[in-house]
């Protein structure tokens, strides 16, 4: 296309952080993935959406996953020009 825009061949899907699941990572976990993909791996891409996590649950209702992805941006507001956040409305 004619945008500028340009992501990485390989993206960082966020389906499952923090999810209800017996298994879903954390939010610690989380950034330690975002820490390597992104600042180490040159990963840019990050796919999430509004209704992330699944499942959901009691305490981690849907907006987690993308609240855990902001939370790791404020750590270092420089980040965010290192990501190409793709989120949708399902």
């Known amino acids: ?37 992104i600042l180490e791996g040159g990963v840019n891409l990050v796919d999430t959406a509004e209704q992330y996590p699944i499942p959901s649950g009691p305490g981690r209702q849907e907006g987690v996953t993308e609240q855990v992805i902001g939370r790791w941006i404020a750590k270092d507001r420089t980040r965010r020009e290192k990501l190409v956040v793709a989120t949708k409305i399902t």
Not at 8 to 24: I, P, Y
């Open 1 to 37: 296309g004619s945008s500028e825009v340009v992501v990485s061949e390989c993206g960082l899907g966020t389906q499952r952080w923090a999810s209800a699941d017996f298994n879903g990572p954390n939010e610690a976990l989380c950034h330690k993935m975002m820490d390597r993909a």
